[in-house]
């Protein structure tokens, strides 16, 4: 969280919640109860029922520990024991533990995003992410007849049997970030791409019948990201990714579409998204995706069809002129 911005993130009158507070929080909730009890405590923490959760994204994992062959524990941190070990060389490592039943773990993760709208424009908004992590069993520390080339290779092979994934103890909440997004921007470098076309984004959602209708917190996240340029220093990147899962996840095959029935596939699109223009907007979010839909709508526009406000016309031909993506 951007600690100098707390008090612009806040609703009207009331002040966000402090670090410690969120993490009180995820401490208190157990982690099986699902995103609800953490929405009415968050709704409880900023005073305001407008917090919601609009998307929670599983799949991922992260290195784990180390535990034995009855699941006690050796170490919580794989990367940080592996390095204290007296070997420098990998197989100096597997020769080490080859006789031992250590079992390493990962981190299975869930993440959910709550926002709050705090402004008129779609980039005013803030928003929490909280993680739900399970530890479980992930593979054996050494196994016969493998010899890893390095370090990193020992720490988290690519080619290596994976075990059943049984449970290391209780699943937990972790809190993970509060982000004002117009200070996540300002924190952005101004002369990255991915930051121009994220503001072009906004402005795109603003200036078009999307913007008239919804507010962007309800049916977008960003997925933020910190990493180290070549200098090693520290920056932030994000981009948008849609809340919405359904049967409209795949936008219309333009090469088959003119016309009426191209129109009729659009809205019936932006209907089951729940928004108008919805399928221009998650067109962008596609790196070189089907931009012949664009490109068929806009080529309807100038014969005989008129299916388009005026307002996301002029949003498309300015994409026409000036491609981007995010």
């Not at 596609?286 to 299916?307: I, W």
Request: charged share 25%; aromatic share 10%; proline share 6%.
């Amino acid at each position: 969280m951007m600690a100098d911005d707390r008090a612009e993130t806040a609703a009207p009158g009331q002040k966000p919640p402090t670090v410690d507070q969120l993490v009180a929080l995820c401490n208190k909730i157990p982690a099986d109860a699902g995103p609800e009890p953490l929405e009415r405590g968050l709704r409880d923490l900023f005073g305001t029922d407008e917090i919601a959760c609009v998307l929670d994204r599983g799949g991922w994992h992260r290195l784990g520990g180390v535990v034995d062959g009855d699941l006690n524990r050796i170490t919580t941190n794989l990367s940080d024991w592996v390095a204290q070990q007296a070997g420098e060389e990998p197989l100096d490592l597997v020769a080490e533990f080859a006789e031992s039943d250590y079992l390493v773990t990962r981190m299975a993760g869930r993440t959910y995003y709550f926002t709050l709208s705090t402004g008129q424009e779609p980039g005013q908004f803030l928003q929490v992410e909280i993680e739900a992590l399970q530890e479980v069993v992930d593979r054996p520390l050494v196994m016969d007849d493998w010899f890893p080339d390095t370090i990193a290779e020992f720490i988290d092979p690519v080619d290596y049997p994976r075990l059943d994934p049984r449970p290391v103890g209780s699943p937990r909440y972790l809190f993970r970030r509060m982000a004002w997004v117009p200070g996540l921007l300002a924190q952005m470098d101004a002369s990255s791409r991915s930051a121009r076309n994220l503001k072009r984004f906004f402005a795109d959602w603003q200036h078009s019948s999307a913007g008239e209708a919804e507010r962007f917190c309800r049916h977008w996240v960003l997925l933020i990201r910190e990493y180290q340029d070549s200098d090693r220093v520290t920056r932030t990147d994000a981009r948008p990714l849609a809340t919405f899962k359904g049967d409209a996840a795949e936008l219309p095959v333009a090469e088959s579409l003119r016309g009426s029935e191209l129109a009729h596939a659009i809205h019936t699109y932006d209907r089951k998204v729940g928004y108008p223009f919805a399928w221009f907007f998650h067109l962008l979010c596609r790196k070189g995706g089907n931009v012949q839909l664009a490109e068929a709508v806009l080529k309807d526009q100038v014969g005989a069809y008129d299916y388009l406000p005026a307002r996301d016309l002029k949003v498309l031909r300015a994409w026409e002129e000036r491609p981007y993506s995010v």
